[in-house]
């Protein structure tokens, strides 16, 4: 009879536990918030809207100075960022991707912009001993002619209406000093990669839409 009681004491203890844990479980799983693509983020002091082309999800997103700060940001099936950064002034932004490669050696983020004011992101690269791209649609664009690189490591874009692309990428010092030299020859070893890099991403992309992905019939 006690070993009985006992066994009922236990099961009654275990239901209590998992009946007050329930809620708890719950929490953990409500601090992923999804976003869809007709989801926008509005930027009212700075008459600005961003938005995404795809869906997503984060943990946390807050307003703060006109400048939308994300938490554990991920675009679907992207790599996830811990921390995500976007402004805008005049401007309306849509992001159609971004991505940072491993130990910062690289990232990029494309996007298209209607309202030639400015935008700024910054998405947690630590800008080392690399270099960064900025392209309007197929055009390089020089620093401080179109973008500039801030102290927080934030990038300031200015000018653009229409596609623009920034790479960033991490690659051994071979030419030494170089500051005498012209913008295209102090960045043509990132301007080649980028231009391989934007080949191969326009080649997975016309695979993608191309040859889409047929749903299985079922019986």
Same mark, same amino acid.
């Given at each position: ?8 004491? +236990? ?6 536990? !998992? ?8 929490? !953990?799983?409500?601090?992923? #918030? ?7 983020? *509005? ?6 809207? =961003? ?43 849509? #992001?159609?991707? #971004? ?9 990029? /983020? ?12 910054? %998405? ?25 690189? =801030? ?5 300031? #874009?200015?000018? +653009? ?11 051994? *010092?071979?030419?030494?000093? *170089?500051?005498?030299?012209?913008? %295209? ?12 890099? /934007?080949?191969? =991403? ?18």
């Amino acid at each position: 009879m006690a070993k009985k009681n006992m066994r009922l004491t +236990a099961i009654g203890v275990l239901f209590i536990i !998992l009946v007050f844990q329930l809620p708890f479980f719950n929490v !953990l799983a409500q601090n992923e #918030i999804t976003f869809y693509p007709n989801d926008t983020f *509005d930027i009212p002091e700075n008459n600005s809207k =961003l938005s995404f082309s795809s869906g997503g999800s984060y943990e946390l997103a807050s307003l703060d100075n006109g400048v939308w700060n994300f938490v554990n940001f991920q675009l679907n099936d992207g790599f996830n960022l811990e921390t995500f950064s976007v402004s805008a002034v005049d401007s309306n932004v849509t #992001i159609l991707a #971004i991505q940072v490669f491993d130990d910062d050696l690289g990232a990029f /983020l494309t996007y298209t912009v209607v309202g030639a004011g400015e935008q700024t992101f910054n %998405f947690g690269v630590d800008a080392i001993g690399g270099d960064w791209s900025v392209i309007f649609d197929d055009v390089f664009i020089a620093e401080t002619s179109g973008w500039r690189l =801030l102290p927080d490591n934030t990038l300031s #874009i200015t000018g +653009a209406t229409s596609n623009v692309t920034l790479l960033y990428f991490v690659f051994p *010092d071979f030419a030494g000093d *170089d500051s005498d030299k012209s913008f %295209f020859d102090q960045h043509s070893v990132s301007i080649s990669i980028t231009v391989i890099v /934007l080949i191969v =991403l326009v080649m997975a992309i016309t695979v993608r839409y191309v040859n889409p992905k047929i749903p299985k019939k079922t019986d």
